[in-house]
Structure formats: structure tokens, C-alpha cells
């Protein structure tokens, strides 16, 4: 009788290894950029293509160059990191693939130098936490999965003090504070409807918008907060204002055929008109909300599909699948 074959001895390496025995993927594809101040900001990437889906996040003390050899610290998490917000310049919590909430902060050790700390993670989405934004006070933050469930963090104590199971009938694809807000936030899914919300009510959930398509992202104006973008999964970008009820519609437009995948708000008092837009594809485009979201700037140095955006000192910063982080001036027209 033959005897039988051993198995792929790789096999037990590769299922025992710890998380810190893995060597660090530097080409990452970037989820998230959040920039704090010129002195503070995160970067988040999931490794899509390795034998982990795991991933890292990388802390800046310096904004000018996003090169992740040159960032001040970085950690590696052992799933995909789907989404990340401060909490404060030197703490900020990240969403994973695995469902859970862990939470960042810079340590000094005993030689004075600093290190990224992780001061606490759960896990009590049952999927994917796929969406992050925090209150006002910085001390709680709200979140969403695909799990089709949104959550209400105490940050301090780590536990959910709201759970809104089926929140939609569909998995949340963005949840947004409202600016200044303790308990007001929008949320968005492939269920096709927008919700606001306000936890204080005994019915905190009222609809804002419902399409034949799936929504996949939402922003508040941070200048105008009675108004609210929204991005469908068939590319279209729709302005509400949610006024006294109201629940207007504004304009709308078509700027890709493409699903959107994310919208900021310029938070500049000087440029509330602008709406940085980015899709399933490689450009980067900012809109005009005030004028029939005409195009303002489109820009398409990327070279594979756009996840993050964030806006800063009056310039658009965004990362992409092809490991790149850009600067956009958005006073500028058209850069392709």
C-alpha cells in the first residue's frame, strides 16, 4: 500500500503566523486619507491581493509627503481597513474588514520615543464595518456594516450604546454626522434610501430620499448643514436640503456612469460651493453645488480606482488602489 502523501507543510507556517511575523506590504491598496492638521494625519490601506487580506494604517506628522517609507508611525491590523476618523491630533479610531472598531493613539516609551498604541478594539458588527464618522465630541462615533447594522460608540468605554439592528434592508454604505452634532447623522444604502437620524426620538429614523438605484455615499455641508449630497450606484450625485421637512430637492447631475463612491463638502467658508466626487474609476472631480454641480476641476492622474478623499487648507487630497497619494488645487479647471 503506497503510503500517503504528506500535505503542503507551507500550510501550518502560513495558519500559525502572528500578525507581527508578517512582513509589511508596502503597496497597499489606500482606503482612507484623514488629515487632522498639517501635523496629523492617518492613511489606511487593505492588501487585496496577498495571501492575508489584512492590512495598515500609517501615522504623518508632516502632510507634505505621504510616502508610507517616510510616515512617523504605522501599524498593521490583521484584516482589511475599510474606513478611519480622529478622535483627537494624536488618537483615531479605524473600521476593519472583520467587523471590528479598534481604537489608535500615540504612546511615549520608556526612551522617549513614540509609538502607535492600540488602546482597545471590539467586534460587535457581524460583517464588515465598512463606514466611520464621529460626533462633535469626539467622544463617540457612529458606524456601519454589512451586516445591514448601524452602531453608537462610547469611545471610552469601548461598548455600543446604540444598536440599530436592520437599520436598513440592505448593507449601509456611508453613515455621516451632522456638523456639530451630538446625535444627528445621515446614513446611506444598497437598500436605495437615505435616512436621517436623530437618536433622541423614539422613532429616530425618517427618510430622505429614495431612488430605483442603490445609494452609496452621503456628506453633510459642513457650511450649510440643512444640506446633504448624495451618490447613487448608477453615478448620479442629487442635493437635498432637509429643512423644517422640507426634504427639497435641489439639482442633480451625472458626472460618471460609474458608481460614486464617496463625497466631501469643501469645509472652506470661501468655497462652499465645492464637492469633491470620486467613483469607481480613476478620476478625481469637484463639483459645483451651487451652480447645477457643473464641473469645476477633474483631474486623472490616478491610475486605478479612487477610495479616499479628504479636503485641507484649501487643497483636495486623494488616494487611490494604485498606492498614490495626490494633491489637487481645485481653483484650477479642467487637468487631465
Not at 140 to 168: N, P, R
Not at 195 to 204: F, N, Q
Amino acid at each position: 500500500m503506497d503510503s500517503l502523501t504528506p500535505p503542503n507543510l507551507n500550510t501550518d507556517v502560513y495558519r500559525n503566523m502572528t500578525i507581527t511575523d508578517r512582513p509589511l506590504v508596502s503597496n497597499k491598496h489606500l482606503q482612507f486619507i484623514n488629515i487632522y492638521n498639517e501635523k496629523s494625519a492617518i492613511l489606511g490601506a487593505s492588501n487585496l491581493t496577498d495571501r492575508y487580506w489584512n492590512g495598515a494604517v500609517w501615522y504623518y506628522n508632516d502632510i507634505k509627503e505621504f510616502d508610507r517609507d517616510k510616515a512617523f508611525l504605522h501599524a498593521k491590523t490583521d484584516s482589511g481597513v475599510c474606513d478611519g476618523v480622529f478622535l483627537q491630533h494624536d488618537k483615531f479610531v479605524i473600521g476593519q474588514d472583520s467587523g471590528t472598531l479598534q481604537v489608535f493613539d500615540l504612546s511615549t516609551k520608556s526612551d522617549d520615543s513614540k509609538e502607535l498604541q492600540c488602546a482597545g478594539h471590539a467586534t460587535l458588527h457581524d460583517d464588515s464595518l465598512l463606514t466611520l464618522s464621529a460626533f462633535a465630541d469626539k467622544g463617540h462615533v457612529v458606524s456601519g456594516g454589512m451586516d445591514y447594522c448601524i452602531k453608537i460608540w462610547d469611545i471610552s468605554e469601548l461598548i455600543a450604546t446604540y444598536s440599530f439592528s436592520f437599520a436598513h434592508t440592505d448593507l449601509i454604505t456611508c453613515v455621516d454626522v451632522r456638523p456639530g452634532s451630538n446625535t444627528e447623522f445621515v446614513s446611506t444604502s444598497y437598500d436605495c434610501e437615505a435616512l436621517m437620524w436623530d437618536i433622541r426620538l423614539t422613532r429616530p429614523a425618517q427618510s430622505i430620499l429614495k431612488k430605483n438605484v442603490g445609494l452609496r455615499a452621503i456628506c453633510w455641508n459642513p457650511n450649510k448643514p440643512n444640506i446633504v449630497a448624495i451618490g447613487t450606484d448608477g453615478g448620479q450625485v442629487v442635493i437635498v436640503d432637509i429643512r423644517r421637512g422640507g426634504l427639497k430637492l435641489l439639482s442633480k447631475s451625472i458626472p460618471s456612469s460609474r458608481p460614486v463612491h464617496r463625497l466631501v463638502f469643501n469645509p472652506d467658508s470661501e468655497s462652499v460651493e465645492e464637492l469633491a466626487v470620486c467613483c469607481d474609476d480613476a478620476f478625481v472631480e469637484v463639483l459645483d453645488a451651487n451652480n447645477q454641480l457643473s464641473l469645476i476641476y477633474e483631474d486623472n492622474r490616478h491610475t486605478d480606482f479612487v477610495r479616499g478623499l479628504t479636503w485641507f487648507d484649501r487643497h483636495l487630497y486623494s488616494c487611490s488602489w494604485d498606492s498614490v497619494v495626490l494633491k489637487h488645487t481645485t481653483k484650477l479647471k479642467k487637468n487631465v
